[in-house]
Each structure stands twice: as C-alpha cells, then as structure tokens.
C-alpha cells in the first residue's frame, strides 16, 4: 500500500499520485439527524488496527476516489475499488 | 604489524599503478584495491580514532560492516565525511583524511578520555552536568557537542547531480556472490526479467576471495564466466556498485548506485548517484554472512582484524595484513583462513582455539593453542603480540596481526525491514531471517548455508522454483563442481573471560563488555534499553559486527538465550545514504514544479516584479522609471485604477466547469448561500463551508446556460476545492447527474477595472456592455471582434466598475496587449497583485488572510449568506454549535489609525486601551493592513471579540514582537465607497 | 541513589559496580488508586508529578513493551512552546517552564539543550502568520524575535539563501526552544516516579478495562487482573485501541511520522531550523548525528515503519532548506505512530466513565508536551478537576465547536 496502489482504472500506479482523504466507511448523516450522529459523522473515528477501508483520490490520475481496503499494520491491500461503486453499495 | 604487497596473487590489476594520499602522505596503489587494501599495502595501519576516547584504530573488516577505517574523502565542497576506507574503490588522485584527531592522527589530545574512562561509563551524562545548573548551558553542553561526530561536514552547496529511476522486474536478486549469482543465472536463463544488485564495484561476492576451484577454475574466473552470461542476456540488469537500502512495501526496495562516486572529477553529464526504486515481483537475498568478532581484552589494537578480512586482503588484493599473523577463532573458519594464508606463504604464528577439541587441520608447522583464550594485546597503535591464557597460565605471542573469527551470523537486514524479527536458531547460533512469505526469499549464507556448494545450489534451486512460481520453466542445469570443503562450524564465544584492559564490543562507539553490564545493573538490561543507554550500535556501522555480541553478553549475564534477549530493530538505511542521493533533482528552483499564468509573457513585457504563490509566479506590481520602491508603483496602480482604469492578470484563479442537470442541486450543496436558482447569465460570489461550518473558499459562481456553470476558486485553493468537488459528487451524491472539469490552465482571465473600464472594453466586442444590457453580476460567453471565443463577467474585486474577461490561454497575451493598447488614451496601467490587495483592503473584501481556517461566514461579516432556508449544504448543520455562534467570537472589523501617520501591521494582536497583555485580555489580530492612497493613510482588517458592536472604540493594535505598538479606531470594514456606487455605475 | 559529583566519584574508584537499578521490577499489587495504561513519557511524568505533586503515592504505570518504547524513544526530540492559538500557547509555555527545571527536579540530566528554534519564512503572508504567532507567545509572556534575512545570513550562513525556490525571508527564533534527549527524559521520570513508590510495570499488556455499575474497577493484563480507583489512558499511538476497551470513541486517527537520523559529524547546525516551504524540521544531536523529519506518511498506520517515497520528499525538502546537506549521509529511518486527533491538538480529558480519564491526541507536539501533559493529566486525576493551562484541550470542545485548530486545516488529522 505504501508503495504501489492498482487502480482499477489506471493499473498499478504509486503512492504518491494519490491523496489520501481518510476513513471511507463513514456515511454523511440525513440534514436531520441527531447532533450526536453529525458529530461522530464529522469527528469521530473507528481507527482500526488491521483491516480498514480508506478513501484515496487518484489526484494525479483519473481523479477517482478510490475505496482501498488494507491492513493499517502489514500496509497489505486487499482492494481498491471506484468510490461510486462503494457509495451506490453503501446507500441500498 | 608489518603489512605488505604480496608479490604476487589477487584480482588488482599490477600493471595500473594509482597515486593517492592518505593525511597528506603520498601512497600508490593498484587499479581493483579499496582504499582499505592500499592503505594496508602501504602499512598504513593506524586509520582513525573512536569516538569516546580517541583510542587509535585500524582496519578491522574489508567490507560495509567497517567500525574504525572511516575517513574524509576529497576536500573542500567535494568532502564525504565519515566514509568506510573498506568499501571505497580506489582511484588516481583520491585524498583521504583521518578525523576525530588533533592536532594528528598518530598525536591525538582527545585520548585523554581514555584516562576518565572510569568517571565516562555508559550513561555517565544522565547523572552528572547539572550542579550548578546554570553550566550545563554554559559549559557542559558546549564542550561535550565540540567532541561530538567524526567527520566534518562542509555545508556548502554540493556542485554534483543526483537522479532518482523506477525500475521493474521479475526477480530482484540481491547479492552478487555464488548464491546470487546462481540465481541470477537461473532466473536469467528462464526468461525473466532479473536484477542483480550488489554493492562492491565487482561483481563476485566472496568467490572473489575463495581459494577453491569451481568448475575447475579459479573462483573469481568461474564469476567472471557467470557474470559474462548473464552480461549477454537481455532480460538481466546487472547493477554494480548498487546497495540495496530499504525493504518497503508491496516488494519495492530502495538502492542507490555510486555511478561515479570512484572517480576523481565526475562528468557533468552524468549522476553521481542514482537512486532507484525497484519493483519487483520476486526478490532473492543472497546478502551472505558476517563474521563476527570476539569480545577480549584489547581487541580494539590496530592490527585486530576480523580473520576472514585477513583472508580476503590477502587473496582478492594480494595484500598481507602482517608479517606473521595470528588467528583467535572459535571455529573452523579460522583454520581455513589460517590454511589459506599460509597457502600464500604468510607466516601464520598460531592459532588460537577456544575450543578444548576440534578436528581442523591447521597449517604445517602452526602452532594450535586449545582452550586457549587471549586476554590482552601489546603493542601502542600497532599490535606487536597477543597475551593468551590457557589452564590460568598466561604466554606472550609475538605477531603483527590478529585474525578474530567468532563464527557466522547471517545477513538478514533487509528482510527484517517490515515488521517481523529475525528469529533465533540453535543449530546456526545465530538469528536467522523469518520467514516473510513468497515475494522474498533468503539463500545462500544469508539463509545459513556456509558451504560454497551450498550456496551455490541454494541460489540455483530457490530461484527455479520462483521461476515456475512465475510461471517461467527453468531448464535444469548440472551444479558447478566444487572442491570438499571443510565444516564451518563454530562455538558461540560471546566474551572471552579474563579481559587484562578494556574488551571492546561496539568498537567505534567504544562501548566495552563493563558498559552492557553497569547498563544491566541500572535496570537497562533488554536490548533497546542496552542499546540506548550505552549506544552500543548506535554508530555508522549500525552495529553490524558488534549487535550479536552484544546481545549475546546480555544473554550471558542475565541467564538466558539470546533468543529471548532478541536484536534490536532493522531498519532502513542497511548502508548510509546521502541526502543528495534521496533527494534527486528536486532541489533549488527544481524543488517543486513552477506555474505560470498564460500572462507571463506579457507581464514581463510590461516590467512586473513577480512573487511566488503557492506553486505560481504573479505579477506583483509594475515598476516605472522614476519609482525608487514597490510603494510608489503600488500606490500609482491604485489611485490608477480608482481614478481611470486597470488591467490585472487573475489567470491563476482556480476555475471549474460544472455540466449536467443537476449541476445547479450540486452547487446548492456545496456552497453555504443559494445557488439553485441563480439565473442564467449572473454571477453570484459564492462561499464555501467545511463540514465543521467554518470557511473554506470563497469564489464566483456563474451560469453560462441551465446546465452548465464556471466556478472559480482561490488561486491557493484551487486544487483542494476541485478534490472536495470530486469528493462530495462521487462518494456523497453520487446519484447527482453533474460532471465537472477544471478548466483553470484553459483560460487567461484579467481583470479590467476603474471608471474608464466599460470605454476600454466596449472596444473589443460588438456586444452591448452597457449598465442596462451588462449590469453588475452578469456572465456570459461572447465573441471579441475577430472572433475569439470569450466570456465576459461584471465581477469586481476592487470596488470599481470592473469586468474579468477571460479568452483562451493561448490568446491571453495577444488580447492583453489588446487592451492595454485600446486603453492608452484612458491611461490604463497594468496592475499587480499588491495593487490587487489594497484595492481589496479598500473595500473591505477577504481573500485568506481572513480565511484562515478558524472563520465562520458570520465571522467574516457574511452571515447573510449563510442560506438557513436551505435543506442541506456543506457545513450546515455544524454550524450551528455554540462556538461558532458565541457572541464573543471574534468579528471582521476595520482598523484606522487614530494618529493619520502610524501604520498597522499585519499580525498584531489587539487590546483595550489600558490593559495588560496577557492571553486572557487578547482582544483579537490584524489580518491584512496597508497603506491606503486614497485616504492617504493605512487601514487595516482585524479580528475582535464581538467586534461589530464595538465600532468608535480605540484599541491598542501590539506588535511586540517587533516593538510597534498604534492606537486605531474600530471601523466598518469598508473604507471605501460602501454604497457601491462605482461598483455598480 | 541521588546522584551528585561525589556518587560518580565513589562509583567511579569502586570499578561502577555499585550502581543500583535506576528503578525497580515490582510484581503489579492487586490493587492500586491509579492506574495509568503507557509507560511512555506522558504516563510517566502523570505517575512522578501524581506522587511527586498531588500525594497520589499508590500508583501504577503500566506498559505493553519496555519503558518509553512508544513515541518518547522515537521522535525528534524538539522543546518549543511557539504556538499561534492560545490555547496551545498557554499549555506548552507551562511544558517549557517545567522543562527548564526538569534536570533539578528529578536529579537526571535530560540534557535539555535550549539552543533556539526558528522556524523560516517564504513570504509576507507566512512572515504575517509567523508575527500573529510571535504575538501570541508575548501575549503569554513568551520571549520571540522576527529575525530578518540579513540578520539570519550571519546567524546561519548555509541556508539556501541565492537559490532557493522559495526564498528565505526571515525566521521566527524562540531562544529558549530547543532539544532534550528523549531516552533520558523517559528514564528520568521513571526514576524519579520509582523513588516516590510508584510501581512501573513493563511487559504487562493491558487486554480489557473491567466496569462495574458504570464505573472503572481494574484492567486485564497479561500479568492477569488489577484493581484500580481510577483509570487514565496515556497511550498515544494506540489511544483508539485502549479507548475501544472501555467503549469509548475518540476523534482519532493513528499515522506514522518517520524521522531520520545521519551519521555522526562534528558540531555544523547550530539550532533546530524549521523549513517554512514544506515541513522540514533539523536539529544536531549533542552526538553529532542530525536529527530530522517532516511530515507523516499521511494514510493510517500502526506500523512504526515508514515508505520511500515520503523519505525521499524529506530530503528534498531538507536538500531545498540547506544545499549542504546533499553529501551527508543518512544513517537510519523509525517511525513513530501518532494519535492524529481532527484538529491537531491534544486531548486531557475526563470520559462518560466517571473514573477513566484521558490524555491522547498528540499528533507531531507530544515529546516537547512531555512535563505539562504528565503534570496536567495527574491533576485531572488527583482533583478531579481540568489545570488552567489545559482548558482548551477538552474532548467536548469538537461537540461545542471550539476545535483547536493550529493549522486551520479542519477535520481531517492528516492535514494538521
């Protein structure tokens, strides 16, 4: 992971063409929803040891947001896949 | 010790004669010798001095491993400090100095260290410096850091270049001995894609040095042959001169290539070090082994080298260490180093066995003293004998050299570089690699294998199974035929009892046995805390010969294996590599890329003095003749474009086109006001919020036609507005139909402003521009007489009737001069970002000096356009937390002086008249401030608690930091023309 | 055993046999008023200023690995209390006065080397921030100087000064800012919390937080169950791990922050000199090794390894700041796992469980934070009550929107 990242549209590519925006299982709460559900949404993380989903934007690339799945202790990816396809997932 | 050219044998070429010096002393030496093996042809033994007690030090190992042979290589800008003697090529003209001496390497002051020893044990400054406490600062401090370091650094700009490469393959093997070699051969035949890495400048490893035949040749014939196979197949990069540093993720390691660190002037058209990161599917370490020293009474003497170094001198550079050379081994390995010296016809004195009984053969005619243990060495900076004790009775050996072999311990650096740990093994008495998985693997001595049939067998068979691994058929191929070879076994001597002076263990850090063991009764007994307390592996060597001893005394002293004391963590770098070398070509002008704007050519023309920006140049104001500083010209452009009419370069604006039938939902979410129904062909300035509710750019909005917008940002925003852009459309409202594109190096956009802006303007385009056909806020694409492609906008960032007008990059500087021409009889000047900003500050508009990070559109005096009505945006819903509604936060304001002639400046904090500073009575800080021309005196924009109530009032604008304090007024941030009547005429 | 001149001497001429351990290897008690989970610097300044200060002598440190095998063994060993908010301004100026009698205090020289950070600037805008900044640090009775180009020419004459791609303008120096030897201050607040009675307890993971009716009774560790009055978490790196046990859901992210260290060389930089066109911080330890670093490697970790191509991006960044550097060689790379918290600052805190409290969050400022958070976090502890220095660095301050935030980056730890 802290290498190399395959893109599923771009192939294997390097660490530094992306950004990485941090944790990608969060989901942005309705307008509505509780000041406790805004703050945790907005402040608050899992921060897993091991397996964790992370946002990467391809910056230098196709500029896709990326969900990548990877151990935060070997920095093994398991996964990297379109964040839209994730987010449609998310959302059903 | 006398050491001496043999007068024949070794892989230097005779018949290359090079001249060097040495502290000034004129040596020769022979084309394939490393400064180490000159140096001791030319009995140049003594080479430095350690780092605590100056004691005098000799070469010890011939490879990267080397504690003591560290020198000065080249001079003046060209120094390399601190460099291994052992594993440098030798070349004409090299200078080397020895350091850590004064006023001389054989005379050395710092050596009465050596009589303190007792009061500077390990740790000794942790308990002592602190009475009075005043000199520790004063005196300590300094007299301990001028006796720090080795070498010396120049600090001068290095005139050499550096480059970084990527590179790509199947197997990555690293090590160019018989292991390595093997593989690579293997892997080669079968089609891969192979990288053979190996430090030295030869490829060969220890067949280089080996005395036995293969294949019925010499050994280092039988490489040449090897390496002259793999020369001739394409898919195999041989990479000399290359250490491979670092193990990272996803199998990339790191190497770096002395591309011509060995010659005396580099080419230009050359690096002098490359780094490369290698990617690769596979990766073969064939790194090999390192024998160990022994711990015993003196072995720190010039002439105390590591026995198999003896041997290498003596075979690969037909160089003897001495005259007559003595082995302390507790294994076979120093027999075979004994037989091969005597082989060369040196006299070999005896050998030393702490073993009761071994079955090696020694050399006919050497002595052998069994259970035999040396306990102290003679000799001033050259040794002259050994004292050895044997059944409690002690006898002087006369020699000139001393060989130590401790056994073996595998070289597995670099597969401990991610986490797992060497992992101890009782068969090898030694910490052998873990096992890390398919992607690298670990052969020859580096897996413990010490044989040279071994090894080569273990290089062929581990890299044909990687091979099918990949998918590749490797053909099967006979073993090269080698000699019976004797058994490398060993005993595990970790220290030799009965030490008659200091026994040293780290030799450069000079750290003896009796510092692990005051470190191990301080409570500093696990290894970290070993290593830290006493810095015992802590020196350029990383501790490659002393770790194992160390962590074997430990064992010794606290009853248990070493496998429960564990080694301490390997980590990048295996061997030092230069900053120069890491940091490639991105230094100086090259340390990031340069951005400029569409317009650079023409703001040139017209003199501009640029700025940096980020990674831009702007035009910063446009000196005239006659303006002696940028205050004047600044001045000038203001009272210009106030007064007349101004053209500006904005190219570097961040700009966004948004498409798609839902692009107008999508701003509506991503703007704190309203965008949804902005009509076609208005402008609207925008403010963007961060989920948390403060601000994070600000920026037009325009609709071109119903599905189709142009955004712009912030010049220093613009990357992260078009990242959250891509954020909040593809994981938050992915179902939104709207696309988008920066479009920001498509455009050159300027600003034409002043009263004369329309008369200038209308000269270009047929359109209509009038106040009724082209009111304030009005956007749309139109075509300048000729036909180029434009869009025109009634924005204004100055408060004056103004336009931007942006045309396709590639035209920006033929349509500048355009204007400027359409302008003269207006006198339109060209103006600068300085301009730009006093402008601005005139009538109180923000740009991130405001913004900062910390400000809520209310903050900013913005609160209006905080669109409450809305459902849903970016920041809505955070911000309605107490703190980022409090009525003390601090609020935008204006700030005049009360006294016309004192400026304000930007960064002051702000207090009630008659109050102490303190952090509780900080009223706020000035966020921007500048000479206004217009009012003929300086305004500024601040920060202050509750400050829209507090409009009158005086404050004491505190400049501490740089002695200037001002009494101003409280004011609206709006100095000038507030009912926008020049905005809008 | 105190040491003085005499002790060494006596020591000395008796071959340093006689040294005693600089603490003890206690068998955890049963039950104790204090637990604190992290035998790093913070967990052990919080244990040696309890005792020392507040009275709380029954206590316990307890560590997962060996003492200060976290981020107290692995930084850069900076000392500086120049912050812009005040906030932070007010809580490290309180770290730096502590520091400066930390030697006396605990009779252990830490080797605090007040030798002056400056930190340079590239622009008038980062010359602006840089004087709000400086003002602040007044404002709180901190001495600061704007040191202008010409001046800083003579002051540190290798700067990249002709050819730099951003040109250094000046810097902002606070003299009494400086270095300290990080080991040492680990040691020395574990000697010195021993000699109050304070049992540390290395090798003893904590694996579970016991309640009972809502309230904290002890933690499971490998050395098996302990009793405790109150709880307190100084694990930084893991806070998010040992939180989890105890249920609670912290705003944190772990990341790695390499450092560097060279080769030893003969004293050449003077001062710990922060590059303002990246993130470059260098200091020269009193071995002579230059110690450096720069940002995180920016994706979550708790790896304390770190990758190329961010090594690399720090040398270009220390090669842009001092050309001279290109030669030099660099000897080793660690990385150290932080808690990033979503603002950049850290946390001293109560927790909805009455008798656990919290310090954590230390992002890149947990060394030089060291006396102030153990001093800070022990009087939470002991009185139940926040220090005045540490008001602004609450856990509800994110709910109530009063983020501390230095850089102005929002909630993103990756960008503070």
């Known amino acids: 992971m802290a290498s190399l990242i395959t893109c599923p549209h771009c192939g294997v590519r390097p660490k530094e063409e992306f950004a990485i925006r941090g944790d990608a299982s969060l989901i942005r709460p309705a307008p509505t929803a509780s000041d406790e559900a805004w703050h945790d949404y907005v402040y608050v993380r899992a921060n897993p040891r091991g397996r964790t989903l992370e946002h990467w934007h391809h910056v230098a690339g196709c500029r896709r947001f990326l969900v990548v799945e990877r151990d935060t202790v070997t920095h093994e990816v398991y996964s990297a896949v379109d964040g839209v396809v994730a987010a449609r997932e998310a959302q059903r | 010790?006398?050491?001496?050219?043999?007068?024949?044998?070794?892989?230097?070429?005779?018949?290359?004669?090079?001249?060097?010096?040495?502290?000034?002393?004129?040596?020769?030496?022979?084309?394939?010798?490393?400064?180490?093996?000159?140096?001791?042809?030319?009995?140049?033994?003594?080479?430095?001095?350690?780092?605590?007690?100056?004691?005098?030090?000799?070469?010890?190992?011939?490879?990267?491993?080397?504690?003591?042979?560290?020198?000065?290589?080249?001079?003046?800008?060209?120094?390399?400090?601190?460099?291994?003697?052992?594993?440098?090529?030798?070349?004409?003209?090299?200078?080397?100095?020895?350091?850590?001496?004064?006023?001389?390497?054989?005379?050395?002051?710092?050596?009465?260290?050596?009589?303190?020893?007792?009061?500077?044990?390990?740790?000794?400054?942790?308990?002592?410096?602190?009475?009075?406490?005043?000199?520790?600062?004063?005196?300590?401090?300094?007299?301990?850091?001028?006796?720090?370091?080795?070498?010396?650094?120049?600090?001068?700009?290095?005139?050499?270049?550096?480059?970084?490469?990527?590179?790509?393959?199947?197997?990555?093997?690293?090590?160019?001995?018989?292991?390595?070699?093997?593989a690579a051969l293997m892997a080669g035949r079968a089609g891969l894609r192979v990288i053979l890495a190996d430090e030295d400048f030869r490829l060969g490893g220890s067949l280089l040095s080996e005395t036995e035949t293969v294949d019925g040749a010499s050994a280092p014939a039988f490489a040449e042959r090897i390496v002259a196979e793999l020369q001739s197949l394409e898919n195999v990069t041989l990479l000399s001169r290359t250490t491979v540093f670092g193990w990272y993720d996803d199998n990339v390691f790191g190497a770096v290539e002395r591309v011509q660190k060995h010659v005396a002037e580099p080419s230009a058209k050359l690096p002098t070090e490359r780094v490369w990161r290698i990617a690769a599917k596979r990766a073969l370490l064939a790194t090999g082994a390192e024998e160990r020293p022994l711990v015993f009474g003196g072995n720190d003497r010039p002439g105390v080298m590591m026995a198999g170094a003896i041997g290498t001198y003596a075979h690969r550079h037909g160089v003897s260490a001495g005259k007559s050379v003595a082995i302390f081994t507790s294994g076979s390995s120093g027999y075979r180093t004994a037989r091969g010296l005597s082989a060369k016809g040196v006299t070999v004195s005896a050998i030393i066995d702490s073993r009761p009984e071994a079955s090696d053969a020694a050399p006919d005619g050497v002595r052998v003293i069994r259970s035999g243990a040396i306990v102290d060495t003679k000799g001033r900076q050259r040794l002259s004998g050994i004292v050895v004790e044997r059944s409690g009775f002690e006898e002087l050996v006369a020699c000139d050299a001393l060989g130590m072999s401790g056994g073996w311990s595998p070289v597995v650096h670099l597969a401990c570089q991610r986490g797992a740990r060497p992992v101890w093994s009782d068969a090898l008495k030694a910490f052998a690699a873990p096992d890390v998985g398919d992607t690298l693997r670990v052969v020859g001595a580096a897996n413990g294998v010490y044989t040279l049939a071994g090894c080569l067998r273990d290089g062929a068979e581990t890299a044909t199974a990687m091979a099918a691994e990949l998918g590749f058929n490797a053909a099967a191929a006979p073993l090269p035929v080698t000699e019976t070879e004797a058994d490398p076994s060993f005993a595990a001597l970790w220290y030799v009892p009965g030490a008659k002076s200091k026994a040293f263990v780290d030799f450069q850090n000079d750290v003896h046995a009796k510092d692990l063991g005051l470190a191990l009764r301080e409570g500093f007994g696990h290894v970290e805390h070993a290593k830290r307390y006493t810095t015992s592996g802590m020196a350029t060597d990383q501790g490659k010969l002393s770790n194992i001893n160390a962590v074997g005394i430990l064992a010794g002293m606290r009853g248990v294996s070493p496998a429960e004391v564990g080694t301490t963590t390997f980590r990048?770098?295996?061997?030092?590599?230069?900053?120069?070398?890491?940091?490639?070509?991105?230094?100086?002008?090259?340390?990031?890329?340069?951005?400029?704007?569409?317009?650079?050519?023409?703001?040139?023309?017209?003199?501009?003095?640029?700025?940096?920006?980020?990674?831009?140049?702007?035009?910063?104001?446009?000196?005239?003749?006659?303006?002696?500083?940028?205050?004047?010209?600044?001045?000038?452009?203001?009272?210009?474009?106030?007064?007349?009419?101004?053209?500006?370069?904005?190219?570097?604006?961040?700009?966004?086109?948004?498409?798609?039938?839902?692009?107008?939902?999508?701003?509506?979410?991503?703007?704190?006001?309203?965008?949804?129904?902005?009509?076609?062909?208005?402008?609207?300035?925008?403010?963007?919020?961060?989920?948390?509710?403060?601000?994070?750019?600000?920026?037009?909005?325009?609709?071109?036609?119903d599905d189709h917008f142009f955004v712009t940002t912030t010049t220093a925003m613009a990357g992260a507005v078009m990242s959250h852009m891509d954020y909040c459309a593809q994981v938050l409202w992915p179902d939104l139909k709207v696309r988008f594109c920066s479009s920001?190096?498509?455009?050159?956009?300027?600003?034409?402003?002043?009263?004369?802006?329309?008369?200038?303007?209308?000269?270009?385009?047929?359109?209509?521009?009038?106040?009724?056909?082209?009111?304030?806020?009005?956007?749309?694409?139109?075509?300048?007489?000729?036909g180029i492609n434009a869009r025109l906008f009634r924005i204004s960032f100055s408060g004056e009737l103004a336009f931007e007008l942006a045309v396709p990059a590639g035209y920006g500087e033929a349509v500048a001069d355009q204007i400027m021409e359409a302008g003269r009889a207006h006198n339109v000047c060209a103006y600068g970002v300085e301009a730009l900003n006093v402008l601005r500050l005139e009538k109180g508009l923000l740009t991130h000096a405001e913004f900062d990070g910390r400000v809520t559109p209310d903050d900013a005096g913005l609160g209006r356009m905080f669109s409450a009505q809305k459902p849903d945006f970016i920041g809505k819903h955070l911000s309605a937390r107490y703190g980022l509604t409090a009525a003390d936060r601090m609020q935008l304001v204006g700030l005049k002086p009360v006294d016309k002639d004192k400026d304000i400046r930007a960064g002051a904090h702000l207090l009630k008249e008659g109050m102490k500073p303190s952090t509780l009575n900080d009223q706020g800080w000035v966020s921007s401030a500048g000479y206004s021309p217009v009012l003929g005196h300086h305004i500024a924009l601040a920060f202050l608690k509750s400050g829209r109530e507090r409009y009158g009032e005086k404050v004491v604008v505190w400049d501490k930091l740089r002695d200037h304090e001002v009494i101003a007024e409280v004011c609206d941030p709006v100095f000038v023309d507030p009912q926008n009547t020049k905005l809008k005429a | 055993m105190r040491y003085s001149a005499f002790s060494i001497v006596r020591n000395a001429l008796s071959g340093n046999l006689n040294w005693k351990p600089q603490w003890r290897q206690p068998q955890p008690k049963s039950h104790y008023d204090v637990i604190i989970v992290g035998g790093g610097g913070h967990g052990l300044s919080t244990a040696y200023y309890l005792a020392k200060e507040f009275g709380v002598k029954n206590v316990a440190v307890l560590e997962k690995g060996y003492l200060g095998s976290g981020n107290v063994g692995r930084n850069t060993t900076i000392v500086r209390s120049n912050y812009m908010l005040p906030g932070n301004e007010s809580f490290y100026e309180f770290s730096m006065k502590l520091w400066e009698g930390l030697e006396q205090d605990l009779n252990y020289n830490v080797m605090l080397s007040q030798r002056g950070v400056i930190m340079l600037y590239h622009s008038d805008a980062q010359r602006d921030a840089y004087v709000r900044r400086g003002n602040t640090m007044w404002m709180e009775g901190v001495s600061a100087e704007l040191i202008e180009r010409e001046?800083?020419?003579?002051?540190?004459?290798?700067?990249?000064?002709?050819?730099?791609?951003?040109?250094?303008?000046?810097?902002?120096?606070?003299?009494?800012?400086?270095?300290?030897?990080?080991?040492?201050?680990?040691?020395?607040?574990?000697?010195?919390?021993?000699?109050?009675?304070?049992?540390?307890?290395?090798?003893?993971?904590?694996?579970?937080?016991?309640?009972?009716?809502?309230?904290?009774?002890?933690?499971?560790?490998?050395?098996?169950?302990?009793?405790?009055?109150?709880?307190?978490?100084?694990?930084?790196?893991?806070?998010?791990?040992?939180g989890e046990m105890a249920d609670l859901k912290l705003p944190l992210e772990s990341h790695v922050l390499q450092a560097f260290v060279t080769e030893g060389l003969k004293p050449c930089i003077d001062h710990v000199i922060v590059y303002g066109g990246g993130h470059f911080y260098i200091s020269q330890s009193d071995k002579g090794g230059l110690v450096f670093g720069a940002e995180i490697d920016g994706y979550s970790s708790y790896a304390q390894r770190g990758n190329l191509a961010t090594a690399e991006h720090v040398m270009e960044e220390g090669v842009s700041m001092i050309p001279g550097l290109s030669r030099v060689r660099v000897l080793r790379a660690w990385g150290g796992v932080m808690d990033m918290?979503?603002?950049?600052?850290?946390?001293?805190?109560?927790?909805?469980?009455?008798?656990?409290?919290?310090?954590?969050?230390?992002?890149?400022?947990?060394?030089?934070?060291?006396?102030?958070?153990?001093?800070?976090?022990?009087?939470l502890i002991a009185r139940n009550d926040t220090h005045p220095v540490a008001r602004a660095l609450r856990l509800d301050r994110f709910a109530r929107g009063y983020a501390v935030d230095e850089a102005g980056a929002g909630p993103q730890p990756n960008l503070h």
Not at chain 2, 90 to 99: C, E, P, R
Request: net charge positive; hydrophobic share 40%.
């Open chain 2, 1 to 182: 010790m006398t050491a001496y050219r043999l007068s024949s044998g070794g892989l230097a070429d005779r018949s290359k004669a090079l001249s060097f010096t040495f502290d000034g002393r004129p040596l020769r030496g022979f084309a394939g010798d490393t400064l180490a093996s000159a140096l001791l042809a030319n009995d140049q033994l003594l080479v430095g001095r350690s780092f605590k007690y100056h004691r005098p030090r000799g070469i010890v190992s011939a490879g990267p491993s080397e504690p003591n042979a560290l020198v000065t290589l080249g001079s003046g800008v060209r120094s390399d400090p601190n460099t291994k003697a052992t594993v440098v090529e030798l070349y004409a003209g090299l200078t080397a100095k020895s350091q850590n001496r004064w006023p001389s390497l054989g005379f050395d002051v710092g050596a009465v260290n050596g009589l303190l020893s007792p009061f500077l044990g390990a740790g000794f400054y942790y308990k002592t410096f602190m009475w009075p406490r005043q000199l520790w600062e004063k005196l300590y401090e300094p007299v301990i850091r001028r006796a720090a370091g080795l070498g010396r650094a120049v600090l001068e700009r290095d005139p050499e270049s550096y480059e970084k490469s990527w590179a790509f393959c199947d197997l990555l093997v690293v090590g160019g001995g018989p292991a390595g070699l093997m």
């Open chain 3, 151 to 242: 001046q800083l020419k003579k002051m540190i004459p290798f700067l990249n000064y002709d050819h730099a791609r951003y040109p250094i303008l000046g810097g902002l120096l606070q003299r009494r800012a400086g270095t300290a030897r990080h080991d040492a201050v680990a040691w020395g607040y574990a000697r010195g919390a021993d000699q109050h009675g304070v049992d540390i307890i290395e090798h003893c993971e904590v694996t579970g937080i016991r309640r009972e009716n809502g309230v904290v009774t002890g933690v499971e560790t490998s050395k098996g169950f302990i009793g405790c009055g109150k709880l307190a978490l100084a694990a930084a790196g893991n806070s998010s791990r040992v």
């Open chain 2, 572 to 705: 990048p770098f295996y061997t030092p590599v230069s900053f120069g070398a890491l940091a490639g070509t991105a230094r100086d002008s090259h340390a990031t890329p340069t951005r400029k704007s569409p317009l650079h050519e023409w703001a040139k023309k017209h003199g501009a003095t640029f700025v940096d920006s980020g990674l831009w140049f702007r035009s910063a104001w446009f000196p005239r003749a006659g303006e002696k500083t940028w205050r004047e010209s600044v001045d000038r452009e203001v009272l210009n474009v106030r007064a007349n009419v101004g053209l500006c370069d904005v190219s570097t604006l961040g700009k966004i086109e948004v498409f798609g039938p839902d692009a107008a939902e999508f701003l509506n979410r991503l703007y704190c006001n309203a965008m949804l129904k902005l009509p076609v062909g208005k402008a609207r300035y925008g403010l963007m919020l961060r989920e948390d509710g403060f601000v994070f750019d600000d920026g037009t909005v325009s609709r071109l036609s």
């Open chain 3, 341 to 379: 918290s979503m603002d950049g600052s850290p946390i001293i805190d109560r927790t909805s469980i009455d008798n656990l409290y919290l310090n954590c969050g230390w992002c890149y400022g947990g060394f030089k934070a060291t006396p102030a958070s153990g001093y800070c976090f022990a009087h």
């Open chain 2, 744 to 786: 920001s190096d498509q455009w050159a956009q300027m600003a034409i402003a002043g009263p004369k802006a329309r008369e200038v303007l209308q000269q270009l385009v047929d359109e209509d521009i009038s106040e009724t056909a082209f009111p304030f806020l009005s956007a749309r694409a139109m075509a300048l007489r000729g």
